[in-house]
């Protein structure tokens, strides 16, 4: 028998990854799911063989007997579903970011703390196999200590992909809110907790046009700022710069570098799979042995960076095969075994006050203190099972 029952709130197109990589492990059963629709949750229910499916997301906190609700609805409905499923009991796991209001992500916390409850939060691509990597060469010291690290993440926005791209620019939207979690994620689980932020932000349109999809040529309306740019002071000395942004037609910036004494460590940009969005990719590595040429003349060109092999389990590079599901799962196990799971609600929290905190900053010209913190993640262990049975 399965340790835990998870109930599904929000079946769009993520959702499939999600059924299918939980279905791989013992320790978790998802029976349940719910739409905004019987007809569609049924349809979704019956491709994955799940028991149990409802009308509507409180419908299946209320009547679904499950331990974990995994929400992944849009980022507005966030605060909603999480805040009514930690009053009702259940742990939960959610999709990126933790709320859509930072209030909400507070009140959160301080239920699941009163009840006894366990948050777990995307993303978890902080696990894979590409990041992991990354850990490891700052645990081993290669690159000395971590003194500084830049984080790009632009784009002209989703409005050329999407069929229905509005909830990308109304609250809890925005490149930051939207794709930043991940970039935000990935500088935390290496470097750990931030102490203060400051940034500014910039709108290049009130409206959009739709390019793609049915409603192609329609205009929706742009309610956040597009273009956000920061500067972040963590707590063991180091600074960094993320710059998230819909509003750039191209670059040619690398995803993330970490810079350290002896070394740097890059995630570049070798095509639009290769973020830390996702698990795989290259990580290259560029220390004393590839970067001088100790007095003798400048070589032309620069000798290569390092590629490193990626030898950690999770190391896909696609959208529609991956290992979204990870974390959830560690979090099962965190559950069963009373230790904090990896990608814990303190470090979600941690990440959205220091989102807020850039928002904020943004805003009213100043710089902003973070006073939460999380404990830094255990390196997932190398023999993290792929599947059970």
């Not at 930690?86 to 009840?115: C, S, V």
């Not at 509005?166 to 470097?191: C, N, V």
């Not at 509003?247 to 910036?253: A, K, N, T, V, Y």
Request: glycine content about 10%; overall charge negative; hydrophobic content about 35%.
């Amino acid at each position: 028998m399965k340790d835990f029952r998870i109930g599904v709130i929000g079946i769009g197109d993520i959702s499939d990854v999600y059924f299918n990589n939980l279905k791989k492990y013992d320790i978790v059963n998802v029976v349940s799911c719910a739409s905004r629709g019987l007809e569609k949750a049924q349809i979704k229910a019956e491709q994955h063989g799940l028991p149990e499916y409802y009308a509507s997301g409180h419908e299946l906190i209320e009547k679904s007997d499950v331990d974990i609700i995994l929400n992944l609805t849009t980022p507005a409905a966030h605060g909603e579903y999480n805040i009514a499923a930690l009053e009702a009991g259940k742990h939960i796991y959610t999709e990126k970011p933790l709320a859509a209001d930072f209030e909400e992500a507070r009140r959160m916390t301080a239920i699941a703390k009163q009840k006894g409850l366990v948050i777990g939060s995307a993303p978890d691509t902080f696990l894979g196999g590409r990041l992991q990597t990354c850990r490891s060469l700052l645990d081993e010291g290669r690159i000395g200590r971590p003194i500084a690290a830049s984080a790009f993440v632009v784009s002209r926005g989703h409005e050329w992909h999407h069929p229905n791209p509005d909830f990308f620019y109304q609250k809890g939207g925005g490149p930051l809110l939207d794709i930043g979690p991940y970039y935000i994620t990935a500088l935390l689980s290496l470097l750990g907790p931030v102490a203060r932020v400051n940034g500014m932000s910039s709108r290049a349109l009130d409206r959009r046009t739709i390019m793609f999809g049915p409603r192609s040529g329609e205009e929706i309306s742009v309610d956040v700022d597009t273009h956000i740019t920061a500067n972040l002071e963590f707590s063991n000395g180091a600074v960094g710069t993320i710059i998230t942004s819909f509003d750039i037609w191209d670059s040619e910036l690398p995803r993330i570098e970490i810079y350290g004494t002896e070394g740097t460590i890059c995630i570049p940009d070798i095509d639009p799979l290769s973020g830390p969005n996702l698990f795989g990719g290259p990580v290259w590595l560029r220390t004393e042995e590839n970067c001088r040429w100790k007095g003798q003349p400048r070589p032309d060109p620069l000798p290569a960076w390092t590629e490193i092999p990626i030898t950690r389990r999770f190391s896909e590079t696609g959208h529609e095969v991956n290992s979204r599901g990870i974390g959830l799962v560690d979090m099962a196990y965190g559950i069963r075994d009373s230790r904090e799971p990896r990608a814990s609600g303190a470090m979600a929290f941690h990440s959205m006050e220091t989102m807020q905190g850039i928002l904020d900053s943004a805003s009213e010209h100043r710089f902003v203190e973070i006073k939460s913190w999380f404990n830094r993640p255990e390196p997932l262990p190398e023999d993290f099972p792929e599947s059970e049975g």
